[in-house]
């Protein structure tokens, strides 16, 4: 069994900062890739960002410049550092990993979710 825990969502003034923090426990041999999502009511989930695991990172177009991810895979680890936050930034950030478990099974998995919200 393999589990995400996401922390740090919460409220922040236009132009804030906050930083999402992930970690993933379990019967872990290996992560592949491991991003972060979003999703607000009424919308289907969307790719935030992603990183391998050699450290390469894709970015939706509405966060670059902004946005940064990073992983620490010693920790087992993807982080999200939000800068210049928006208002349209507000919705439930998920993370999810594509894990590989010490029986050599993948494992497409996603954190219970955190609340970002974007307002003065």
């Known amino acids: 069994q393999v589990q995400l825990v996401e922390s740090g969502g919460g409220l922040v003034q236009p132009g804030g900062s906050l930083r999402l923090s992930c970690a993933a426990s379990?019967?872990?041999?290996?992560?592949?890739?491991m991003g972060w999502y979003r999703q607000v009511p009424g919308k289907e989930r969307e790719l935030v960002a992603t990183?391998?695991?050699?450290?390469?990172?894709k970015y939706a177009d509405s966060v670059k410049g902004r946005f940064t991810i990073s992983r620490d895979n010693a920790r087992n680890s993807v982080y999200l550092q939000m800068n210049s936050l928006k208002p349209e930034d507000t919705a439930v950030y998920y993370c999810?990993?594509?894990?590989?478990?010490?029986?050599?099974?993948?494992?497409?998995?996603w954190g219970q979710g955190t609340q970002v919200t974007v307002s003065s």
């Open positions: 999810n990993a594509g894990v590989i478990t010490r029986d050599y099974v993948f494992y497409d998995t």
């Open positions: 379990g019967s872990i041999f290996s992560i592949n890739a």
């Open positions: 990183i391998t695991s050699g450290g390469s990172t």
